[in-house]
């Protein structure tokens, strides 16, 4: 069944007690009991909610895996998945890696014993050199935040797999209308979904997603034993957001590509990063694994003038943290999804401080172009 088909169809699409077309929402926090010898399915909602069960099941379902836990956000399912390891424990971790990520490895789990190292994880020689003999897993963006470099994700999978290691990869960017790593070799998928898979900008949520169903049970286990998990009323608005991710992926992405293709000629653009521009150095092997480049774009301006004309004259696209919602959102890295890493840390990897992420939305790319243009040119 075609991807599009289980965006409407996965999970409980028809509610079989009165038939409803809409899970049901369930604010319960506890439920009775039939008997000492028998519970239920549900006893608290911390341990399960069969409105965040029904979102779980879709979400696991489209990234082809067994398991889906839904979190209060993004780094919550993050850091709940970095739960699965141990002090002393290593990781192999993408160099270009989102900020919030970057900090909690660094900071947070640097106190007990975690310890990462981020390689240029685009050539997978880098990967196999900086595995060691307590490298636990690999941790991958692809395309990633902000540069959208492309990592062969069959590669790395196989490389780890042979070494005995998992292999994570974010997919916020992608979605698994895009991307599927699971069905690419890969262990454990972790999304950001308050970005695209909600797609409104009006929850904060996170998700991770298994293939093997033993690890998938230490995932819950984590999930309960630490708490994070997401409330129903966002669970729901996020079922309702996810119906929708075909048509709003495919859109921005429209337009996407063709603001991609104005930066790329424009004279005071120095670079564009694009998985869609055939130009970019990973466009083969990202066509290879995805079915599509998606609607994020990263563009370097020739000035910080113009960089923070552009930031704060924009109106019809905002100037915003986050993405994936409706709207166009123009971000800046270096202050905003990268500000918790270190400014010598940010310059190694390329992003400077005329460095500004766009995530395109549903307006016509024509208005954003003239938009732009106006404030570039003016």
Known sequence: MDIATRLIHTGASVEPVQGALSVPLYHASTYAQPSLESFGRWDYARSGNPTRHALEEAVAALEGGSVGCAFGSG??????????????????????????????????????????????ATETTNIAAALRPNTRALFLETPSNPLLKIIDLRAAATLARERGVLTIVDNTFMTPYFQRPLELGCDIVIHSGTKFLNGHSDVVCGFAVTADPTLGERLRFVQNAFGAVLGPN?????????????????ESQKGAKT???WLADHPRVSQ????????????????????GPGAVLSFQLDSFELTKKVLEGVRLMAFAVSLGGVESILSYPAKMSHAAMP??????????????????????????????DRLMNS
């Open 75 to 120: 780094m919550a399912a993050t850091s709940s998945t970095l739960l699965l390891f141990q002090p002393g424990d290593h990781l192999v971790v993408c160099d270009d890696v989102y900020g919030g990520t970057f900090r909690v490895m660094t900071k947070l789990f640097a106190q007990w014993g975690l310890t990462v190292t981020f390689v240029d």
């Open 259 to 261: 603001i991609a293709s």
């Open 234 to 250: 966002d669970a729901w608005l996020t079922l309702r957001g996810l119906r929708t991710l075909k048509v709003r992926m495919e």
């Open 343 to 372: 400014a010598e840390e940010r310059a190694l990897r390329g992003i400077s401080d005329s460095l500004v992420r766009l995530c395109v939305g549903l307006e016509s790319p024509d208005d954003l172009i003239a938009e732009l």
């Open 272 to 291: 564009v990063w694009y998985p869609g521009l055939p130009g970019h150095p990973g466009y083969a092997v990202h066509q290879s694994q995805a079915s």
